[in-house]
């Protein structure tokens, strides 16, 4: 009886596991058309832009500093900092977009150029989260640059 059903367990867990794995192969194939990548990553870039520009009010001290709605709109922005990168796929190379052919040629700088942002937003999460506006400024600031400093290199000017 034990065995049958240590047996039927097992089971369970080969077809849990093989389901897995077939889920998470369909999220990988994540777009059907090379231009569908090229509209996610834009549109996630768009998104970010949105939610960086509306704290910038209160960087320059021209609104009121709320932090709970800042902290908010930081924690959107640190969701949507991790999702253009998988839309710069292999076969969306040759779509036309604003990405220049650095992005796949440098692949290792383009990757530098994002774990440098990514440091960049865990700070902005940090300061954030303790309160204190010149924190956030400064952090703020840093966020900004790391944009600009991979747009300098990997984004065409229009
Ligand atoms: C590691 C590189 C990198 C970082 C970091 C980065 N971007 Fe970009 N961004 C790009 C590239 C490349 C494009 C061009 C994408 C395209 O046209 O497909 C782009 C495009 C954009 C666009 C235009 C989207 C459109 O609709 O064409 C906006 C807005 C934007 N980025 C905002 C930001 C903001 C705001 C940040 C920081 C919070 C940021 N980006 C960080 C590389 C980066």
């Given at each position: 009886?034990?065995?049958?059903?240590?047996?039927?367990?097992?089971?369970?867990?080969?077809?849990?596991?093989?389901?897995?794995?077939?889920?998470?192969?369909?999220?990988?194939?994540?777009?059907a058309k090379?231009?569908d990548?090229?509209?996610?990553?834009?549109?996630?870039?768009?998104?970010?832009?949105?939610?960086?520009?509306?704290?910038?009010?209160?960087?320059?001290?021209?609104?009121?500093?709320?932090?709970?709605?800042?902290?908010?709109?930081?924690?959107?922005?640190?969701?949507?900092?991790?999702?253009?990168?998988?839309?710069?796929?292999?076969?969306?190379?040759?779509?036309?977009?604003?990405?220049?052919?650095?992005?796949?040629?440098?692949?290792?700088?383009?990757?530098?150029?994002?774990?440098?942002?990514?440091?960049?937003?865990?700070?902005?999460?940090?300061?954030?989260?303790?309160?204190?506006?010149?924190?956030?400024?400064?952090?703020?600031?840093?966020?900004?640059?790391?944009?600009?400093?991979?747009?300098?290199?990997?984004?065409?000017?229009?």
């Amino acid at each position: 009886m034990r065995r049958i059903i240590l047996k039927t367990l097992s089971l369970i867990a080969v077809t849990c596991s093989l389901a897995g794995s077939l889920w998470a192969g369909s999220a990988h194939a994540q777009f059907a058309k090379p231009e569908d990548a090229v509209k996610y990553r834009q549109s996630a870039f768009t998104l970010m832009g949105s939610h960086m520009g509306r704290m910038q009010p209160v960087i320059k001290g021209q609104a009121p500093y709320d932090a709970a709605a800042i902290k908010a709109n930081v924690a959107i922005l640190k969701t949507l900092s991790g999702l253009p990168w998988a839309g710069f796929t292999a076969d969306s190379k040759s779509v036309s977009s604003s990405a220049k052919p650095d992005v796949w040629s440098d692949a290792a700088g383009f990757k530098a150029a994002q774990d440098k942002f990514n440091g960049a937003m865990t700070k902005l999460v940090a300061a954030a989260d303790s309160g204190d506006l010149e924190k956030l400024r400064a952090a703020y600031g840093d966020v900004g640059a790391s944009c600009k400093a991979c747009h300098d290199t990997f984004r065409a000017k229009k």
